[in-house]
């Protein structure tokens, strides 16, 4: 297995990366009271350390009351987060890494197992969390209004504290996702429409925020998803012609790199290509992708919540497909989460080493 390819620098914008490899978001709930502790700066660190290219947090909300279901997940506002984030990012630095921040707005969600529920209702397009989960209110337009300054806060936020870039969490059923999904949008005003296109606004408009607040040199990174956890096989754009226009229309707005969720690298978005999701995404828009996807390890993220372990895996046909030019970035996330050295065992050859993961590993910060 030869992965000297994914050991060549990526520079883009303001990114200058020692390698390929990133380092996934993973939501750890590690920082009571939205406050990220040294122990969270020292777990980043240490990833730095063992060369990860590219590390994006955890996802970490912006300032709106209800933008959580979960006390214990950072916040990018207000002065003791943002302090604990500076601390992260200097930390980082100083172990020679790269970093941004993964701002988020959850949406309607399902309220937190602890019992523990935001002092404002969940807002999203329709109040709605899946097609038979309401548990929100819609949200106004001038709510609309203040989410986008939010998201354009917290980028503003994340340049001013030195981080490296941004990423906007538009994937997996949360807030901007549910304005994608029609499911989810109901809505009859601009923010809504029977066209993946129309239902894309939202999206735009917190994009050219987030570009406004940071210039054109910084670089801007929106993660994207076909499938929800409630609809695995769902697909958002159906054809590449449609999500032709859905993703251009993003990256009009001031995206520059497409981060392509999916549970499985290796698998088709569409029948007749082998391209995965970020394969036609670099495809249709000529923009960096970063792939991700059950890399190095079997088995899939979600599967690992309900017990399933994964043990090390081939690297190989990940390499034939970024050789071959389908994507720019690979996303990791279990083996980073439970080995902060996995980007070095790999770069040295010492697959041997290679650890796989348990679910016990999301217990604790290793």
């Known amino acids: 297995m030869n992965t000297d390819s ?138 609309i209004a203040d989410t986008i300054a939010a998201f354009g806060k917290a980028a503003a936020d994340a340049k001013r ?59 801007v990174i929106i993660r994207l998803s076909q499938w929800k956890a409630t609809a695995y096989t769902n697909k958002l754009a159906r054809t590449p012609q449609e999500m032709e226009l859905w993703l251009n229309l993003l990256a009009d707005a001031g995206a520059d790199i497409f981060h392509c969720s999916q549970r499985r690298f290796w698998e088709p978005e569409f029948e007749g290509s082998d391209l995965n999701f970020a394969g036609w995404a670099k495809k249709l828009t000529g923009k960096p992708t970063i792939t991700v996807g059950s890399v190095g390890l079997t088995g899939e993220f979600l599967a690992a919540f309900q017990g399933e372990s994964s043990d090390p895996s081939s690297l190989d046909e990940l390499i034939r497909r970024f050789d071959r030019g389908d994507f720019d970035l690979v996303a990791v996330g279990r083996p980073l989460l439970a080995d902060p050295q996995w980007v070095k065992k790999i770069h040295e050859g010492r697959t041997n080493e290679l650890k796989g993961f348990t679910r016990e590993a999301l217990a604790e910060l290793v």
């Open 161 to 219: 504290l030195g981080f490296d870039c941004v990423e906007i969490h538009g994937a997996h059923g949360y807030l901007i996702d549910q304005f994608f999904w029609e499911a989810t949008n109901l809505r009859k005003d601009i923010y809504g429409g029977a066209t993946l296109a129309e239902r894309s606004r939202f999206a735009t408009e917190v994009i050219r925020e987030v570009r406004r607040q940071v210039g054109d040199d910084f670089a």
């Open 6 to 143: 994914l050991f060549s620098p990526f520079k883009h914008k303001s990114l200058n990366l020692r390698n390929r490899i990133v380092m996934a978001p993973m939501t750890r709930s590690f920082s009571p009271g939205g406050i990220p502790t040294d122990g969270v700066a020292e777990y980043y660190e240490k990833r730095a350390a063992g060369e990860v290219g590219l590390i994006l947090s955890e996802g970490t909300v912006i300032g709106r009351p209800s933008s959580s279901n979960d006390p214990n997940v950072p916040h990018f506002y207000g002065e003791q987060a943002l302090n604990g984030w500076k601390n992260v990012i200097d930390g980082v630095h100083s172990a020679g890494g790269s970093m941004g921040p993964q701002i988020w707005h959850m949406g309607v969600m399902n309220n937190h197992h602890s019992g523990w529920v935001p002092e404002v209702p969940f807002e999203g397009p329709s109040g709605l969390n899946n097609p038979e989960l309401e548990n929100g209110r819609s949200m106004s337009e001038s709510d």
